[in-house]
């Protein structure tokens, strides 16, 4: 079996391709969604995703407010520019990009940022109701990978999921919305006894540990769907090159879907975050969304 390829490059161009026309409904209905991307310091990683985000969100016709602070801002003076923001009617999303210089304390940040604006869903309100079932801002990777997920097969109910990583912004939201799902779901993560026979009980896996390559073909049940959010930069060949974490060759043979890194889960992510402030500027508007529902 040779697992088919889940192609995340056209699957966020055409979600991108629906964001346009919605926000062009709400345009038309004089409610323009506005994003606010906040960059504090100067980490070349961090820039490029912040020049990628907001370029995203020109081109899907948002309006974009983009604030760029040297690496000294002081943590009061992010904490009063989120309150501003907070308050601006034109903005109905803020991301503040992670991670934050070391004399700012990113939970009390994330904490300050109204829910109803927290587009990148970490906020203890939307954790806390994503994991109640209640109407909450999805962490945009995660939201993402449901997308890709239900994009091979609509329903999942009664299927075996394994999330390999359990942190707050990929695993455990990740293992939250499978659950949603009606998905029996394990995270597992780094004390795992035995990964290998865990893994090989899941009709759906997800790699998100931040491992090269060690989700190996024959920890992969056949035909399963293999959703490898990792990003791991290696050198081959005298080559940097990014590779997931899942041993891309083994499991193609066996899995039968599967997302390859680069081209999966990473172009997902930025056109999530765009449909999350489309859905913040509905909610806090009270207009209903152009949108179908995520994930469904
Ligand atoms: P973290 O480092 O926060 O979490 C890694 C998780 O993997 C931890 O829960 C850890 O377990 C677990 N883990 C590590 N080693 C093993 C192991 N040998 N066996 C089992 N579990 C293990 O990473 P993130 O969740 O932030 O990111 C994970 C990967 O996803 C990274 O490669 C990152 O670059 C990528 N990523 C990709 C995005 C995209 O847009 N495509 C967005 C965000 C992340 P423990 O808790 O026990 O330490």
New binding site residues.
Partial sequence: MSAVLINGVAAARQLHDELCSAVETLVERGATPGLAVVLVGDDPASSVYVRNKVRRSVEAGLRSFHHELPASTSESDLLALIKRLNAAEDVDGILVQLPLPPHIDAQKVTAAIDPAKDVDGFHPINVGNLSLGAPALVA??PL?CMLLIKGVRKDLAGLSAVV????????KPLAQLLLRENCTVTI?????KD?PLVCCGADILVA????AG?IRGDWIKPGAIVID????RIERDGKQQLV??VDFEGARSVAGALTPVPG???P??IACLLRNTIEAACRRRGISSPLANAAD
Avoid at 164 to 171: A, H, K, L, Q, T
Avoid at 188 to 192: D, E, F, G, P, Q
Avoid at 208 to 211: D, E, L
Wanted: charged share 10%; proline share 0%; glycine share 24%.
């Fill in positions: 945009c990777t993402g390999v990583g359990r942190s707050n912004i990929v695993g597992a993560h780094s004390r795992t990964l998100a540990a931040g491992r060690f959010v990792g990003i791991n997931g974490d999966g889960v990473g997902m992510t």
